[in-house]
C-alpha cells in the first residue's frame, strides 16, 4: 500500500499554476467517483486559482483508448477524470502503453479512490512517472483554502517581505521579482497566476 500526502485543492491548484500547463495530477478522494459537492469545490478552487476553464470527465465504460479523443476537445483546459473503479489490470497496462497519446496542452487531473491509486501505481508505472510527486489524499472537506485563510496567507506575506499586493504584480509585470516559491503563491492566491 503506497501512502500519499494529504494535501488541500488550494496546493493541487498550486502545483498546477508552477508546472506549468501539461501538467499531471493526482487527487485521492474516499471514492472512485466523487461527491458533486467534491467536484464543485475541487473544480471551484482550480478554476479560482489558475484562470483555466475545468472540465470533468467520467472514464466508466470508455476504453482506455477513447479517452484520448475526449481530452483533446478542447486541448488546454483543466480535466478531472474519475471513474476508474471498472478499470481492470489490464486497462491500465494499455493506459500507460498509450500514454503519449493522452499527453495534451492542459493538465490532467486523475481523481481516483486509494484503492485506483494503488492499483494505476503498481500496473502503469509510466503515469507514474509523469503524475510524480503530485499525489494529493484530500482532507474531509476537500482541503479547501477558505477565503478567510487567503486573506490571512497574504497578510503573513505581505509583513513578512515588507510588499504591498500591487508591489508584488507590479514586480512581477516587469520582470523583476525574485522566482522564490513563496512569491508564486502570492501571485496565485492574489489570482493572477499568469504571472508567475
Given at each position: 500500500m503506497n501512502r500519499f500526502a494529504q494535501g488541500p485543492a488550494?496546493?493541487?491548484?498550486?502545483?498546477?499554476?508552477?508546472?506549468?500547463?501539461?501538467?499531471?495530477?493526482?487527487?485521492?478522494?474516499?471514492?472512485?467517483t466523487p461527491e458533486p459537492s467534491e467536484l464543485e469545490r475541487l473544480c471551484?478552487?482550480?478554476?479560482?486559482?489558475?484562470?483555466?476553464?475545468?472540465?470533468?470527465?467520467?472514464?466508466?465504460?470508455?476504453?482506455?483508448l477513447e479517452i484520448r479523443e475526449v481530452l483533446e476537445s478542447p486541448p488546454d483546459d483543466i480535466v478531472v477524470v474519475y471513474g476508474f473503479e471498472s478499470f481492470s489490470q489490464e486497462d491500465w497496462q494499455a493506459l500507460d502503453i498509450?500514454?503519449?497519446?493522452?499527453?495534451?496542452?492542459?493538465?490532467?487531473?486523475?481523481?481516483?479512490?486509494?484503492k485506483d491509486a494503488n492499483t494505476l501505481c503498481r500496473y502503469a508505472p509510466n503515469l507514474r512517472?509523469?503524475?510524480?510527486?503530485?499525489?494529493f489524499e484530500l482532507g474531509p472537506e476537500?482541503?479547501?483554502?477558505?477565503?478567510?485563510?487567503r486573506t490571512k496567507r497574504l497578510q503573513v506575506l505581505a509583513e513578512h517581505y515588507g510588499l504591498t499586493?500591487?508591489?508584488?504584480?507590479?514586480?512581477?509585470?516587469?520582470?523583476?521579482?525574485?522566482?522564490?516559491?513563496?512569491?508564486?503563491?502570492?501571485?496565485v492566491l492574489l489570482g493572477r497566476g499568469d504571472l508567475v
Open positions: 488550494f496546493e493541487i491548484a498550486r502545483r498546477i499554476e508552477l508546472r506549468g500547463s501539461a501538467t499531471w495530477v493526482a487527487v485521492i478522494g474516499s471514492h472512485s471551484a478552487e482550480l478554476e479560482s486559482l489558475t484562470n483555466r476553464q475545468t472540465r470533468v470527465l467520467s472514464v466508466a465504460g470508455r476504453e482506455p498509450h500514454r503519449d497519446v493522452l499527453q495534451r496542452e492542459g493538465p490532467v487531473v486523475f481523481w481516483l479512490s486509494k512517472s509523469l503524475i510524480g510527486r503530485s499525489f476537500g482541503g479547501l483554502m477558505t477565503e478567510q485563510e499586493d500591487q508591489e508584488v504584480i507590479r514586480r512581477a509585470q516587469a520582470g523583476e521579482l525574485p522566482r522564490d516559491p513563496e512569491f508564486a503563491e502570492w501571485l
